[in-house]
């Protein structure tokens, strides 16, 4: 029997939807590698233990799937009724037994990647809604995705960094926060310089300029550590509210 293969032909989105699959291969293998008892131990956020965070990227696909759903048949198919009942539902995966868990996270996965493998072309242009109330092409559930997942390997606090995840993913995200900065006027006086190269992001009139590898200042922008980052001779403030 052949392999089916997804029907998108644009090569873009192709290539995204591979970032997302190996994103979401990284965490499993990261979530594979801890131990049943090793799931009640913290995250790197605050609050959540590493239950939280897997019963959060579980959910998420089921989601987002949600919204691959409304692309496909016109119907409208909200990523979750509210945000109190996205987070009662993290809450409540918390508490599964560490199989359900795992199989949640494996179920949900495999379950976005055949609707985004079965959806046409001309369905990843339908308008579709997020969370937060922003319209958006089918096609940016994707990115959605691939951060949720990469970020979210990291925050299991099991050996992976912010090193491990790709150059074009880091750098869509620091593009991401500090657009988000920007629309929220947090980021006046402040400019990010990726050491070694020429870019740069944030307010380019900025009075304080936070520098460091591209690992390093997505990191910070995050609001998950400093390693590398400094603003001049000194450390790396901390970084504006990023969602």
Do not use: C
């Amino acid at each position: 029997m052949v392999a089916r293969q997804d029907l998108t032909t644009d090569p873009g989105l192709q290539e995204q939807l591979l970032q997302a699959r190996r994103g979401t291969a990284f965490f499993a293998r990261k979530l594979n590698e801890l131990p049943d008892a090793e799931l009640d131990g913290g995250s790197l956020l605050p609050g959540w233990t590493r239950r939280h965070v897997v019963a959060h990227v579980g959910y998420n696909a089921r989601a987002i799937a949600r919204l691959v759903e409304w692309a496909s048949t016109g119907v409208e198919t909200p990523m979750y009724p509210s945000v109190a009942v996205r987070d009662e539902e993290i809450n409540f995966g918390a508490t599964l037994s560490p199989i359900a868990l795992r199989n949640l996270f494996d179920h949900s996965a495999v379950h976005l990647s055949v609707d985004w493998r079965d959806l046409p072309d001309d369905a990843w242009h339908h308008t579709v809604r997020t969370i937060q109330g922003r319209e958006v092409p089918a096609s940016e559930t994707v990115w959605m995705r691939t951060r949720e997942v990469w970020v979210h390997a990291v925050d299991l606090d099991n050996g992976a960094s912010f090193a491990d995840i790709p150059a074009s993913v880091l750098e869509r995200l620091l593009a991401d926060i500090t657009s988000a900065w920007a629309a929220r006027g947090t980021d006046a006086g402040l400019l990010i310089k990726v050491s070694g190269t020429d870019r740069t992001f944030g307010d380019p009139d900025a009075a304080v300029v936070v520098a460091g590898p591209l690992a390093g200042v997505v990191q910070w922008a995050t609001g998950r550590g400093t390693d590398g980052v400094t603003a001049g001779a000194g450390p790396a403030p901390a970084a504006p509210k990023w969602i």
